[in-house]
């Protein structure tokens, strides 16, 4: 193979959002993928877009800059994208109030949120148990993505428009200045961009390692297609969310949800569940999730930890078909306080990796930067 200006190590979100500003660039790019397709976290998520949950300023700036180009790509590649929007709703006196002061709160930045009453919520989703909800905040700032399509169809296309070469099912053994030793033999390039996910004790482990970077655990699951082409259209959070999401951050009441939960939830804070629905375009609802942070989560499913998720979304939405056909693990790298790590093990060696799980959301600006950095 002949040199190439850029080498990415990873086929996920992380790797492909890299290779796309590298060849906007007008860079030749290879990327290593040691699967034979993308298998992380890029593929097991919700494809939720969640501009909604990002806090005004720097960080919604780029979450919205990040959509733009996805917008553009999902347009050339062909990927399903929708504007989804979200639905937070309250069940607790608590819950309700911080969502009347987040609209409040919110009022001047450029969030679109709209409180709704109860009598309101059934406009914005179907089978809401309305007699059992005090009533809702509605952002249309959400798109929904077809996570497992949008991977392949990102690569395919940067392969066959882009020249991009991809080699699949090759393991990137180690990494110096100028060249990668893999299962497939030794590749040259003029810059190496490591996209690993939480896959960090191979590559350069010493340096992730003397940071803290850790790993989170997510258990997440699917229903079948719902019946009769019944349509969800928002992403469907609860009150767990809203002392999750940084949208709530500054509203006064949220130190008394935290109370209220730790004396209600008290297992679902356990297991760091906070539930969140969204509807794949077979008709399928994904569902998740929980958070359990450390060098070596379990690995194994819990099926308490199933049963905190589906009862939460219960007291939510009736799904037609609430039975479950899918369920799975995913993982990211995790480093509190963090959302981005940019590290340089060595010349010509960048390594980026998305430590808040935000990687959908974040990851097109965060390698624009990238690359507008390495190579101007
Ligand atoms: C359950 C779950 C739900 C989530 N929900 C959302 C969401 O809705 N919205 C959002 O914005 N974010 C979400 N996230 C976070 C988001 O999915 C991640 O931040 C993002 O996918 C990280 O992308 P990545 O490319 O860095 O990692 P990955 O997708 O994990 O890709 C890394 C790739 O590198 C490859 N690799 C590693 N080492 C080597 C090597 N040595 N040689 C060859 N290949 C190698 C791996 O095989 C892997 O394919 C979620 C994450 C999870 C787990």
């Not at 399509?149 to 991809?166: M, N, P, T």
């Not at 939830?265 to 929980?290: F, K, M, N, R």
Request: glycine share 8%; net charge negative.
């Amino acid at each position: 193979m002949k040199q190439v200006d850029v080498a990415i190590v990873g086929a996920g979100i992380m790797g492909l959002a890299h290779a796309i500003h590298a060849v906007r660039a007008g860079l030749t790019v290879a990327v290593f993928e040691r699967s034979p397709e993308a298998r992380g976290a890029s593929v097991r998520n919700f494809g939720m877009l969640a501009v909604v949950a990002q806090a005004p300023g720097k960080q919604l700036d780029a979450a919205q800059r990040s959509l733009a180009c996805w917008q553009e790509v999902a347009l050339h590649a062909g990927i399903a994208m929708r504007r989804a929007g979200c639905l937070f709703l309250a069940r607790a006196p608590e819950e309700m109030q911080v969502l009347e002061e987040s609209a409040v709160v919110n009022r001047d930045n450029d969030h679109s949120l709209e409180l709704l009453p109860r009598s309101a919520l059934s406009d914005y989703a179907p089978n809401l148990p309305s007699d059992q909800l005090l009533g809702g905040l509605w952002s249309a700032d959400a798109w929904k993505v077809d996570q497992r399509q949008a991977l392949a169809r990102i690569a395919d296309w940067l392969q066959s428009e882009h020249g991009v070469s991809f080699h699949f099912s090759t393991n990137v053994h180690s990494v110096t200045t100028g060249a990668l030793e893999t299962s497939a033999g030794t590749f040259k390039a003029g810059q190496i961009i490591l996209c690993g996910g939480d896959e960090f004790e191979t590559l350069f482990p010493d340096t992730f390692r003397a940071l803290g970077v850790t790993r989170c655990q997510l258990q997440m699951l699917r229903t079948p297609p719902q019946p009769d082409n019944w349509q969800l259209k928002p992403f469907i959070l609860g009150g767990l969310s809203m002392t999750r999401y940084n949208l709530f951050e500054t509203c006064p009441s949220l130190p008394a949800l935290k109370d209220y939960q730790k004396t209600h939830y008290a297992s679902h804070l356990a297991h760091g569940v906070h539930v969140i629905a969204c509807q794949e375009p077979d008709g399928s609802i994904t569902i998740g999730d929980s958070h359990a942070y450390g060098d070596a989560p379990d690995g194994g499913r819990s099926d308490e930890i199933d049963q905190l998720i589906l009862s939460d979304l219960s007291g939510m939405i009736a799904l037609p078909d609430p039975r479950i056909s899918q369920r799975w693990i995913g993982h990211y790298a995790y480093l509190p306080s963090r959302e981005t790590l940019i590290l340089l093990p060595t010349d010509g060696v960048t390594a980026v990796t998305m430590t808040n799980g935000q990687g959908m959301t974040h990851g097109f600006s965060v390698a624009e930067d990238v690359i507008q950095d390495l190579f101007g």
